[in-house]
């Protein structure tokens, strides 16, 4: 048993799931949350799972994150929505040889961590899960909940296996989640955008689950174009090469996946901010300076921005 | 006044809006209906319009194509979707020697109609008209209402201004109809799906108005970026030049309608089918075969696919 504590920084699906699954395999964990301190303070954390449901009637929960200890690593799992925060938050919970394990999808986040935690190590982890916040402190996990780490480096150049990951991950596979070790972490971030630009966006658009969208022909042909767009983009903007095996697989997971709502869809239909810009903004505006010519994911941002304004004006 | 008698096919927004500006200025009509036939039959057709609002208690209306007189000119108005009905309607209707007026959007129409009355004239028309039917038998005329109308010839050779297309013109402009008379019409198609294809397809991917639509700036770069897709296609397979001009036009236009729900919009609210084959569907096929690249006209007829899919089962 490590003796590292753990920090989570957006108690919702992803880091609600992963820090109880560490707090219940015997770490130390602190909790951070926004409107749900109150219940999770009072009833804990609640996980449904096919790997076992479980319930954690105490957790060290704080809503402010100067009240928290510094730890040695700080899980953030923040919607990138909310990432402007993270000046104001991360300084306190991480210690300073510590490190930072950013749960999120989309580009450009590792950078602004580093930023604000210069002597820190930073670890970009892409979770390949279906999980829920269905309540206040009640995630339920559906389906899957690997995820691949790779260490972040200036214009993320590829650096290998290091020690900190090694830690992150012998702590996480001790709670029996299943990683895997990525050597780049910009591959593994334009790989989980060959699956989050198409589902994510069309979810949206089309009002839709994965499923409907996989038994539809027309919707997964446009999928395919889309992820065919997206490795366009990771080969101009970042030199990244993305197989038509890799797209093929992605395709055959998603219509094998049960049906499920995206996490872009249920912000929406919660009507609270969607990851637009980090999911399909950033990896558009950062190839399209490079010079590719990207028409479907323009044109899929383009909607999801204009339903983004008109939903939260309603 | 012409002695030439009308029959209008489809006596909705469009054909019940021109029909009965015609039987207003003395012409002779006679209405096929179906739903609204018990409706029309008893109470005639009321005409809400910014030109003076108008009643006619009596009109003669038809359940049954075969029960009508042949006509000098019959105007089609059906929804595109319903042209399969075309073959039993038409050769009662239309005297030998008569004129077929196909009053629809979209591709395709003009051939089918040659094909099932071959010693008849057949001129295409595009109308400029917001106008919707807000109950059987009842119109509302919003704005605009001009026709723009050519002759139809295989494989679209422009024939200039033929006596068919003058005396047509005469009647419509006697019931205070603006028209403008076009020596191509294979043009004019185009044209008019400049702003067809954009506008009609995102209102219902948006699920908004024309006004939302030109209001938000990434949908309406959006729109003209379809607009320009629509003038390549119209140069690839008809060799047609849509004007940077004309799409500026259209984009002013739009921008100073008034709020405007479009007709696939209201299909679609109404679980119709849509005119997704006539107005996205034929032109891309087209264009596609020519050797046309589409991505942002695929991706909504894509969409739409799979809207009217999910719309009509539910």
Request: with cysteine; proline share 5%.
């Amino acid at each position: 048993m490590s003796h590292r504590s753990y920090a989570v920084i957006g108690t919702g699906a992803i880091g609600g799931y992963y820090g109880a699954c560490l707090q219940q395999a015997g770490l130390e964990l602190h909790f951070l949350l926004h409107s749900d301190y109150q219940d999770v303070q009072e009833h804990g954390l609640i996980v449904e799972s096919p790997k076992g449901n479980f319930t954690l009637p105490q957790v060290n929960a704080y809503q402010d994150a100067a009240q928290m200890p510094p730890c040695d690593v700080a899980i953030v799992a923040l919607k990138a929505t909310q990432n402007h925060l993270l000046p104001k938050i991360l300084p306190a919970v991480v210690k300073d040889n510590g490190i930072v394990l950013l749960l999120q999808n989309g580009l450009g986040a590792e950078e602004k961590v580093a930023e604000i935690l210069p002597s820190q190590q930073v670890i970009g982890g892409l979770c390949f899960i279906c999980s829920n916040k269905v309540a206040p402190g009640h995630i339920r996990h559906l389906d899957y909940g690997n995820i691949k780490i790779s260490e972040y480096t200036p214009n993320y150049q590829p650096c290998g296996i290091t020690e900190s990951m090694r830690q992150v991950a012998s702590d996480l596979e001790s709670a029996g989640i299943e990683i895997a070790l990525g050597e780049d972490l910009l591959l593994t971030r334009w790989e989980k955008l060959v699956w989050n630009i198409p589902f994510n966006g069309l979810s949206v658009v089309l009002d839709t689950t994965t499923e409907q969208m996989m038994a539809d022909q027309e919707v997964r042909l446009l999928a395919e174009q889309i992820m065919q767009e997206v490795a366009l983009a990771a080969k101009t903007a970042g030199d990244r090469l993305i197989s038509q095996t890799y797209i093929q697989n992605r395709l055959e997971y998603t219509a094998k996946m049960k049906p499920y709502r995206t996490s872009m869809k249920i912000d929406y239909d919660s009507q609270r901010p969607m990851e637009i810009e980090a999911i399909l903004g950033n990896p558009l505006r950062a190839a399209t300076a490079a010079g590719a010519h990207l028409p479907r994911i323009q044109m899929l941002y383009q909607q999801l921005k204009f339903l983004e304004t008109k939903n939260r004006s309603d």
